[in-house]
C-alpha cells in the first residue's frame, strides 16, 4: 500500500490551503482515511478521518469548522484547510488503517500505512 502527499506550502494566518493524497496497492474503497499532523517537537495527532463509504467524518477540536476532509472514487483524499493559524504549522500524513473500522479512529497507533508527509507552515 502506498500513500502519497501533496498540496503543503507557505500561507498567511487566514489563508487556505488543499492538501491531496493518492492511494494505491489496495482496494480504496473497504476502509477508512485520515489526516494527521505533527508539529516540531510534538506528538503526532489525528486531524480528521473520513469513513470508507465517505457517509461518516470526524474531526479534531482544534479544527473542527476550518478543516474538511473529503475523498473521491479516484482513490484520491482531500482536506481542505481555511482560516490557517499559525498553530496548524506541521508536517501533514495521509494515512488509512491495516483493517477495517466502521468509523475512522482517532489513535493514532490504528494507522498502519502512512504517505511520506507534506509540510504546512502558517506565518502570523
Known amino acids: 500500500v502506498q500513500l502519497q502527499a501533496s498540496g503543503g506550502g507557505l500561507v498567511q494566518a487566514g489563508g487556505s490551503l488543499r492538501l491531496s493524497c493518492v492511494v494505491s496497492?489496495?482496494?480504496?474503497?473497504?476502509?477508512?482515511m485520515a489526516w494527521l499532523r505533527q508539529a516540531p517537537g510534538k506528538d503526532r495527532e489525528f486531524v480528521a478521518g473520513?469513513?470508507?463509504?465517505?457517509?461518516?467524518t470526524i474531526y479534531a477540536d482544534s479544527v473542527k469548522g476550518r478543516f474538511t476532509i473529503s475523498r473521491d472514487n479516484a482513490k484520491k483524499v482531500y482536506l481542505q484547510m481555511n482560516s490557517l493559524k499559525p498553530e496548524d504549522t506541521a508536517v501533514y500524513y495521509c494515512?488509512?488503517?491495516?483493517?477495517?473500522?466502521?468509523?475512522?479512529?482517532?489513535?493514532?497507533?490504528?494507522?498502519?500505512?502512512w504517505g511520506q508527509g507534506t509540510l504546512v507552515t502558517v506565518s502570523s
Open positions: 494515512a488509512t488503517p491495516g483493517r477495517y473500522f466502521a468509523n475512522p479512529p482517532s489513535d493514532p497507533n490504528d494507522y498502519t500505512y
Open positions: 496497492g489496495r482496494t480504496f474503497t473497504m476502509y477508512g
Open positions: 473520513i469513513s470508507w463509504s465517505g457517509a461518516d
